[in-house]
């Protein structure tokens, strides 16, 4: 049975994976930021190599379970790259300081103020892990404002489209596709070079 404090598979879940088994190629590699419980890595770890990770430390156990390569990590802090592509499924639901809790299931979930905070971060790191051509696929919902999200990619660096979306009960969610728009020219590492040094591993 799944940790009660691990995120599990929902509509946003299936949602990105449906975007990512179309964006994958056989000689990606791979990075989930935030993997949860596992369920998209572990999907796509039969198609391109993988690297996981998350902050939350009952979902690395839980992904290891799954025999993933998992690290614990704040978002990016440590990761090496490069890689192919990068996939995100982000705390995105406006939160208000008083509404917080010292939860790990509730980091999960919680955007800060807006919905933007977590992935306004993640935008300013994400660029230093791609490799020449590399895409990010990351989720966002209507409640987050997704023109929103695309212009703080675009403050990045990156150029953005809708991927994928789908309507559940009442919320519409969306698959964001962020490239650079002028890609770095990065010397390709081997796989087992694009790993971390994670201080949450220490």
């Given at each position: 049975?799944?940790?009660?404090?691990?995120?599990?598979?929902?509509?946003?879940?299936?949602?990105?994976?449906?975007?990512?088994?179309?964006?994958?190629?056989?000689?990606?590699?791979?990075?989930?930021?935030?993997?949860?419980?596992?369920?998209?890595?572990?999907?796509?770890?039969?198609?391109?190599?993988?690297?996981?990770?998350?902050?939350?430390?009952?979902?690395?156990?839980?992904?290891?379970?799954?025999?993933?390569?998992?690290?614990?990590?704040?978002?990016?802090?440590?990761?090496?790259?490069?890689?192919?592509?990068?996939?995100?499924?982000?705390?995105?639901?406006?939160?208000?300081?008083?509404?917080?809790?010292?939860?790990?299931?509730e980091l999960a979930l919680?955007?800060?103020?807006?919905?933007?905070?977590?992935?306004?971060?993640?935008?300013?790191?994400?660029?230093?892990?791609?490799?020449?051509?590399?895409?990010?696929?990351i989720l966002v919902s209507?409640?987050?404002?997704?023109?929103?999200?695309?212009?703080?990619?675009s403050e990045s660096g990156?150029?953005?489209?809708?991927?994928?979306?789908?309507?559940?009960?009442?919320?519409?969610?969306?698959?964001?596709?962020?490239?650079?728009?002028?890609?770095?020219?990065?010397?390709?590492?081997?796989?087992?070079?694009?790993?971390?040094?994670?201080?949450?591993?220490?």
């Amino acid at each position: 049975m799944m940790h009660t404090q691990v995120y599990p598979p929902r509509e946003d879940t299936y949602l990105l994976l449906q975007a990512a088994r179309k964006e994958v190629k056989a000689e990606d590699r791979v990075l989930e930021v935030g993997c949860g419980s596992g369920h998209i890595a572990s999907a796509l770890a039969a198609k391109a190599p993988v690297l996981a990770t998350d902050i939350n430390p009952y979902a690395v156990r839980e992904a290891r379970l799954r025999g993933l390569d998992v690290i614990r990590a704040d978002l990016l802090e440590g990761i090496r790259g490069p890689f192919d592509l990068v996939i995100f499924n982000p705390p995105y639901l406006p939160t208000q300081p008083q509404e917080r809790i010292d939860d790990w299931l509730e980091l999960a979930l919680d955007g800060g103020r807006d919905g933007t905070e977590v992935i306004g971060r993640f935008a300013g790191q994400v660029r230093r892990v791609l490799g020449p051509g590399g895409r990010v696929l990351i989720l966002v919902s209507s409640l987050t404002h997704p023109e929103r999200v695309r212009s703080i990619f675009s403050e990045s660096g990156f150029a953005s489209e809708i991927f994928e979306y789908c309507e559940v009960e009442g919320e519409i969610l969306y698959v964001i596709k962020c490239t650079p728009s002028r890609n770095q020219n990065k010397g390709k590492r081997n796989w087992n070079q694009a790993r971390c040094c994670s201080t949450l591993e220490k």
